[in-house]
């Protein structure tokens, strides 16, 4: 019988959501005073409060997740987890792979999970358990081992259970209100805290010659975010910032009287003492020999 005449036409499904990876699949009990400092990759990730409650930030923005909440964040989105210092959190966090056209639906989005669509993401978990070793509880492990013995088709379980839930959510569209989850407070800690470890970075770099991309690639942040966030936090630039630090570190060596002028340079990465000298006078309105006079005066 050719094609033409067959009674019996094939139709091939369409697929909304097609989940092609799994990343991480983690149940953290968190400590009151747990904080993740925030990182950004290539893939979609959702996490989701079990118990308690959980400040997260997304990019420019703070929230406050309470039980039963859920948000998304997008592949490239700058995002962290803190506890609020109060309430020891269980959190599920899944990340995975999906290039489907639909999946956009999902940025910057918050829900509340129905019963139904919890116990979607209970059996996600109980299949992830069943088909991959622990640890789950590691946030810098990312690796899923699988058992040898591990249930037939669990692992398609869990490709399936995580379809279906963002098949329910997307239906549904049983949206909270991302105006009734902002915190101001959750983004202006987070913002502060990140600030504070680019300070570190550079302070611990200050005797070598480190650029504006290293800093913010280091943080996993653009170079406008990097830039909004430490002007704000700080009222002055990265480098800015970074040659004060190195012109402070200048002024000790000078009066710990150890090293000359073109000693303290090279140590400090500067091209020449001539531009050593310059930034010297430009931070503290003194060429190095004016402010070694005046520390020799002191004494």
């Not at 400092?37 to 309470?66: P, T």
């Not at 989005?109 to 069943?130: C, H, S, V, Y």
Request: proline share 3%; charged share 25%.
């Amino acid at each position: 019988m050719s094609a033409a005449t067959d009674p019996f036409v094939r139709t091939r499904l369409q697929e909304s959501f097609t989940v092609k990876d799994i990343i991480s699949l983690h149940y953290f009990e968190f400590s009151k005073n747990f904080k993740f400092e925030g990182e950004k990759h290539d893939f979609w990730e959702f996490v989701y409060v079990d118990k308690g409650e959980i400040d997260v930030f997304a990019d420019m923005e703070g929230y406050c997740l309470q039980q039963g909440d859920v948000i998304f964040h997008k592949p490239n989105e700058f995002h962290g987890v803190w506890a609020n210092r109060k309430i020891a959190p269980n959190v599920i966090i899944i990340s995975f792979v999906c290039h489907s056209k639909e999946i956009a639906f999902f940025e910057n989005k918050i829900f509340n999970l129905d019963t139904r669509q919890r116990e979607m993401l209970a059996q996600i978990i109980k299949n992830g358990f069943a088909a991959f070793y622990p640890p789950f509880d590691d946030p810098r492990n990312h690796t899923l081992n699988r058992r040898p013995n591990a249930p037939i088709g669990s692992e398609q379980l869990i490709k399936l259970y995580l379809e279906m839930l963002l098949i329910s959510l997307r239906e549904h569209d049983d949206r909270t209100k991302q105006e009734q989850r902002l915190s101001g407070t959750t983004k202006q800690r987070s913002e502060a805290e990140l600030a504070q470890r680019m300070c570190d970075y550079m302070e611990r770099h200050v005797f070598d010659e480190i650029r504006l991309e290293q800093v913010y690639k280091t943080f996993n942040l653009s170079k406008s975010h990097a830039l909004t966030i430490f002007k704000a936090q700080t009222g002055q630039s990265i480098m800015k910032h970074y040659r004060k630090l190195k012109i402070d570190q200048a002024k000790q060596m000078i009066r710990e009287q150890r090293h000359n002028f073109t000693e303290i340079s090279e140590l400090l990465h500067y091209s020449s003492v001539h531009t050593f000298s310059r930034h010297f006078k430009l931070f503290t309105g003194m060429s190095p020999s004016e402010y070694a006079k005046t520390v020799i005066a002191k004494m």
